[in-house]
C-alpha cells in the first residue's frame, strides 16, 4: 500500500505537503448512472409483485429472475466500484522536494511519474467552467525547465492555492539546489535561443 | 424442458468469473491504495454488499426444489403472443 509518510524512492528530508485528487464531484455523473443502473433490478421486481404475481409464482421464472436480477446487480456493483477505483487511486502527491503523479489506468494499468520541484519554472491554474468556478475546482499545469515535460493536475480543487503553494515550494527547493537548477535552465534557455535561430533561418 | 439445475450451474460459472474480477479488483485497491481509513472503509462496503446479495441469494437456492424442469420456450411464446 502506498504510505504518504514513506513514499516510493522517498528523498532524505522530504515531507509531504499535498495530497490530491480530482475533486469528488467529478465523480457524480458516474455514480449517478450506476445508482440509476443498480436500481433498475429492484425497481423491476416491485414492477413483478404488484402486476406479474403469476410469474413470481412459478418456480422456474422466479429462478430466472432471481439469477438474473442478482448478477446484474453484482456486475453493475462491481463496475461502480472499478469506476470508483480509477478515480481513487489517481494522485498527485506534492511534497517539499518534488511532484508525483499517480495515474491508474484500469486495473492493470498504473503510470507513476516524479518531478523535482527545482525543475519547476511555471505554474498555471485554470478554473473553466459554470461547475468548477462554484465548486472551486480545475487543472494545474506545471511547465519545467524541460523542452516537452509538463505535469498536470486534473480537476483538483483550490487550484490557486494549490498553484501558489507549488511555487513557493519550489522557490524553496531551488535555493537548496542553487547550481543544479542555473545548470538547467541555462541549458533550456540555449535550446530555446537554438530553435529561434532554426525559425530565423528557414 | 430443462432442469432447473442447469440454470443453477450456468449461473455458478458466471459467479466463479464474478468472484476473479473482485479479487482482481480488491487486490488493486489493496496493493495500490493509499494507506488511509477510506481505502479499507470503501473496500469493506464493496465486499460487504456483495456479501449481502450473495447470502439473500443462497438463501432463496436452498428453498428451492431442484428437482424441478422449466419450459423455455413456452413461455416465450406466450410472452410474445397478442
Do not use: C
Not at chain 1, 502506498?2 to 524512492?9: A, G, Q, R, S
Not at chain 1, 472499478?82 to 511532484?99: A, E, K, P, S
Amino acid at each position: 500500500m502506498l504510505d504518504t509518510h514513506h513514499l516510493p524512492n522517498e528523498i532524505p528530508g522530504e515531507k509531504p505537503v499535498f495530497f490530491l485528487r480530482r475533486h469528488p464531484i467529478t465523480m457524480m455523473g458516474t455514480v449517478l448512472g450506476y445508482i440509476a443502473i443498480l436500481l433498475l433490478p429492484i425497481a423491476i421486481y416491485f414492477y413483478l409483485t404488484t402486476f406479474q404475481l403469476v410469474l413470481l409464482s412459478e418456480p422456474g421464472p422466479l429462478l430466472l429472475i432471481v439469477l438474473g436480477g442478482s448478477t446484474f446487480f453484482l456486475f453493475a456493483w462491481l463496475f461502480l466500484f472499478q469506476g470508483f477505483l480509477d478515480y481513487y487511486l489517481d494522485t498527485w502527491i506534492v511534497t517539499t522536494r518534488r511532484v508525483l503523479n499517480i495515474e491508474q489506468n484500469g486495473l492493470f494499468g498504473r503510470v507513476v511519474s516524479e518531478l523535482r520541484l527545482y525543475r519547476i519554472q511555471d505554474v498555471t491554474a485554470m478554473v473553466n467552467g459554470f461547475w468548477n468556478t462554484m465548486f472551486d475546482f480545475g487543472n494545474v499545469e506545471i511547465q519545467t525547465a524541460a523542452e516537452h515535460e509538463r505535469f498536470m493536475f486534473e480537476e483538483v480543487p483550490h487550484p490557486n492555492q494549490i498553484s501558489k503553494a507549488i511555487l513557493e515550494a519550489a522557490e524553496l527547493d531551488r535555493r537548496d539546489h542553487l547550481n543544479t537548477a542555473v545548470e538547467e535552465f541555462a541549458m533550456a534557455d540555449k535550446r530555446a535561443d537554438k530553435k529561434a535561430d532554426e525559425g530565423t533561418k528557414k | 424442458m430443462i432442469p432447473i439445475i442447469w440454470i443453477l450451474i450456468a449461473w455458478a460459472i458466471i459467479m466463479v468469473i464474478y468472484l476473479l474480477m473482485t479479487l482482481l479488483t480488491v487486490n488493486t485497491m489493496m496493493r495500490f491504495g493509499v494507506a488511509r481509513p477510506g481505502t479499507y472503509l470503501s473496500t469493506a462496503i464493496f465486499l460487504g454488499v456483495i456479501a449481502i446479495v450473495l447470502i439473500l441469494v443462497g438463501a432463496f437456492l436452498i428453498s428451492m426444489d431442484w428437482s424441478q424442469s422449466i419450459d423455455v420456450l413456452p413461455s416465450f411464446g406466450s410472452a410474445i403472443s397478442f
